[in-house]
């Protein structure tokens, strides 16, 4: 037999290990977010880069919005409207389509990146070339820009999305705003006939965050409501429309496609007509305390923060409240408060079948109480009559307790028997994105 030059030898070669699990983020970086501050330093370093304009805005964009990475770089010009100064946002995961207000150096920034892109594209935001960008250009973008601000950590594009809700939970503003995908939805829409007034429509959630709001100019805009409302009848509880005049018959047509229509007549008698003079300065006090509790959330528009800060009420020689006529504000040179109306009747709780939903839900919420009860072997809560009397005559305690109390002040300062409804709506304005 042939003698064979093979021979045994060790292996050089180590066999392959499973890699390394990604680290948690918490060991990359103490949070998740980014504070006002930091969002204008990484804008301000972005600037600089070769298409620093489109950069910032992009970021910029992100924040005022909440976008995630893949809804920014799928944003379309035909999407913001720039007359009414609103953007039709379009979410991903399944999140529902919503209109949000556009500010004002937002909207520079937009129109100044429309005029200077090139070549022209239906996307908003695009590469050199022209083609859209993608979601790991900007998340580089984000980093490169992190980098140059000195964050101290690495930036990803998710960040700013955080930094949106981030800023909503400091103002006391749920981030329902942001993602509104679940949950009932009400509306409420201020009809307008010919002449300058407007047509306006807005929803809001239930915890008291506005989704959407958009104005007409034209005389009969039902079709515009119409497909403006659509998104959303799957999850609109209550229509309130002001059916004063053409409002009515505004109001049939939406019935008749579907909706839940409340006819809202706001000249008609109050519930408490103790208080009020009609059932609109009702409804714009329930507003006004609405405001004094911090639920109203995603307000942004100018427009509809000056009209609601522009209303005026006093009291009538019969001491109800009422509110100051439109013949009178036009005299101080106030326009017909269009958009103020229809985020009155958005935050209107007009529905019929209310207190019987309230009965049902009381005697579901009793009933479970009573299982509870009876499998820990405690004795039963107490009925629903017995509360419901502890609960009005506390609160009867408190409105005369009120009640007294101002007559003490009024007499003792002298107080005016009028102002503003809002007053609170100073506030609320501070607690907005700058």
């Known amino acids: 037999m042939a003698k064979t030059n093979l021979k045994l030898v060790s292996p050089t070669s180590i066999n392959g290990t499973v890699p390394p699990r990604r680290r948690p983020n918490a060991d990359l970086r103490s949070r998740e977010y980014l504070t006002e501050g930091e969002i204008e330093r990484l804008m301000k370093a972005a600037k600089d880069n070769r298409y620093g304009h489109r950069d910032a805005t992009m970021i910029l964009v992100a924040y005022r919005h909440g976008f995630r990475a893949s809804e920014l770089v799928d944003l379309r010009w035909d999407q913001i409207d720039f007359d009414t100064a609103t953007m039709a946002v379009r979410r991903a995961k ?37 083609s859209p960008f993608t979601t790991a250009g900007f998340a580089r973008l984000v980093e490169r820009a992190g980098e140059a601000a000195e964050l101290g ?78 998104p959303y009848k799957s999850r609109l509880e209550s229509v309130n429309v002001d059916s004063a005049g053409i409002g009515y018959y505004f109001g049939r047509h ?36 609405r405001f004094e509790a911090g639920e109203v959330a995603g307000l942004t ?47 209107s709780n007009r529905d019929p079948m209310a207190l019987a939903k309230a009965w049902y839900k009381s ?17 039963p809560p107490p009925t629903p009559g017995e509360e419901m009397y502890k609960r009005c005559q506390a609160r009867a305690a408190k409105w005369l307790q009120k009640i007294q109390e101002f007559r003490e002040i009024q007499e003792r300062e002298d107080l005016p028997n009028k102002g503003r ?4 709506i100073v506030n609320y304005v501070t607690r907005r994105p700058a």
């Open 153 to 230: 950590f690495k930036a990803h594009p998710h960040m700013l999305r955080h930094a949106t809700g981030f800023y909503l939970a400091n103002a006391g503003q749920g981030t329902r705003v942001l993602s509104s995908d679940d949950g009932g939805l009400h509306a409420g829409i201020d009809v307008a006939g010919p002449g300058e007034d407007e047509t306006v429509a807005v929803i809001r959630d239930s915890p008291g965050a506005i989704v959407a709001l958009q104005a007409w100019g034209r005389p009969d805009p039902r079709g515009e409501v119409a497909a403006f409302l659509a």
């Open 363 to 379: 005697v579901a919420l009793r009933q479970r109480a009573e299982d509870e009860a009876w499998a820990q072997g405690k004795p």
């Open 301 to 347: 528009d100018e427009l509809t923060l000056s009209q609601l800060a522009s209303i005026r009420y006093e009291h009538n020689p019969r001491g109800q409240v009422v509110i100051e006529s439109k013949e009178d504000a036009r005299k101080r040179g106030v326009k017909s408060p269009d958009r103020a109306e229809a985020v009155m009747l958005a935050y």
């Open 421 to 424: 409804i809002l007053p609170s």
């Open 254 to 289: 939406l019935s008749d496609l579907g909706y839940l229509v409340n006819s809202v007549n706001v000249g008609a008698a109050p519930s408490s007509p103790a208080k009020f003079g009609n059932l609109k300065a009702q409804l714009y006090w329930a507003l006004r305390e």
């Open 94 to 130: 399944r999140g529902t389509p919503s209109t949000h207000p556009i500010m004002g150096d937002e909207l520079r920034a937009l129109r100044k990146l429309q005029r200077e892109q090139e070549p022209k594209s239906p996307f908003v935001f695009t590469s050199e070339r022209g």
